[in-house]
């Protein structure tokens, strides 16, 4: 017999708008947050948008942040939010990548006013409620509701310039919080629903923005995938993958997108035959014989990253590395076992398709 069904329903979301001219729905939108006083933020790929943006709204826009620096300082963000404060300002408007939705959750929090978000990559930091800063050189992690932002805006136009390399890796990336998110406990069905579609979505997308189909189509399919593929993050326990991921990034400061590619497959691995129903899942929408073996092979044919030898990631280090998370809590379908996450890592380093390994 199989298990009862048992899950909790208690799911946040942004206010979307997706698609094609969906940019045009900015105005009405603020007038709809009943917001006048506005900083825009932008990233450096964005400031031509932004421009325009600053053009259109006119007075409403009192603050320009033209630059963005990964992982959120303190020491870039606070000068700003002091500005900010001399400015009454009611709305943070960002436009770009993670970094510069990151600093605008920060703001969003230090100064308790709504973020609108319009990003142009596929990082899905946009649809959770988790910020992310660094203070004294070390990134820290929290959840607050203020975070989320209020409204967001996906116009997949803004995403055609985004370098094939820098989207297949982030595409991954985005697949990695939903494949963790389908074995979490309690998953709401709602959740797991998005995750799947999402995969599907971001895989097939993946496929034809590499195969040269065309553009647009693909770049709506990854835009789409990475709503819902973040959603999962924002609204679900991740496991061991991104534990793994997490301490990587700050021991060895590895790049992120690259980092969760060349992992996810072997953390998949790892964890399979414990979460056998909802990988199988993954296997079937991958039309592969396993999720890890269908990860891989996708992450293979996209060109995105396999190998943390790639990254120069110490793999002299492993040791260390499952110390440090064996220490850490966690929810995980298969326990912690510190020899196998040695093997787990070490075949992450040599980036051979998951077929054999017995761990
Ligand atoms: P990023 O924002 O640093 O952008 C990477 C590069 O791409 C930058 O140089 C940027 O200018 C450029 N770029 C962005 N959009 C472009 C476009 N359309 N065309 C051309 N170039 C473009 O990187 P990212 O991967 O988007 O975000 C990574 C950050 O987001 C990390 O700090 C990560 O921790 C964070 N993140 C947070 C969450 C969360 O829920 N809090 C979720 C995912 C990622």
């Not at 606070?78 to 001399?86: A, G, Q, T, Y």
């Not at 534990?243 to 690259?258: D, V, W």
Request: contains cysteine.
């Amino acid at each position: 017999m199989g298990e009862s069904l048992k899950f909790v329903h208690d799911v946040d979301s942004p206010r979307v708008i997706f698609g094609t001219g969906s940019l045009s729905s900015l105005q009405s939108e603020i007038t709809l947050l009943g917001c006048k006083k506005i900083a825009l933020i932008c990233d450096e790929s964005a400031r031509a948008t932004a421009s325009e943006i600053s053009l259109q709204l006119g007075s409403l826009v009192q603050q320009r942040i033209n630059q963005v620096v990964m992982h959120v300082p303190d020491e870039f963000t606070f000068p700003i939010i002091n500005e900010s404060k001399s400015f009454d300002i009611d709305l943070v408007v960002a436009i770009g990548g993670g970094s510069s939705t990151g600093l605008g959750k920060i703001m969003a929090l230090e100064l308790n006013i709504p973020l609108l978000a319009i990003p142009t990559t596929y990082a899905g930091s946009e649809m959770t409620p988790i910020w992310g800063r660094t203070k004294e050189n070390k990134k820290i992690t929290g959840t607050d509701i203020k975070v989320l932002p209020r409204v967001v805006l996906y116009e997949p136009e803004l995403t055609h310039s985004l370098p094939i390399s820098i989207s297949v890796n982030s595409g991954m990336n985005a697949i990695a919080h939903a494949v963790e998110s389908l074995y979490s406990p309690e998953l709401s069905p709602l959740v797991e629903l998005a995750a799947l579609r999402g995969i599907e979505s971001m895989s097939q997308g993946l496929r034809e923005l590499v195969g040269g189909k065309n553009i647009s189509e693909s770049r709506e399919k990854l835009f789409l995938g990475s709503m819902l593929c973040g959603f999962t993050l924002g609204n679900a326990k991740m496991g061991l993958h991104h534990k793994i991921c997490h301490t990587l990034g700050g021991m060895f400061n590895l790049p992120h997108a690259q980092m969760h590619s060349a992992v996810l497959p072997y953390a998949i691995k790892y964890n399979e035959v414990y979460a056998k129903e909802s990988m199988n899942k993954v296997a079937e929408i991958l039309h592969s014989h396993t999720a890890s073996q269908g990860l891989w092979n996708l992450a293979r044919e996209v060109g995105a990253e396999t190998a943390l030898k790639n990254l120069d990631f110490p793999v002299e280090e492993a040791g260390n590395v499952a110390e440090v998370i064996s220490n850490a809590t966690m929810v995980n379908p298969r326990p912690f076992e510190k020899e196998n996450v040695v093997k787990l890592l070490k075949a992450a380093y040599n980036g051979t398709r998951p077929d054999d390994e017995s761990w």
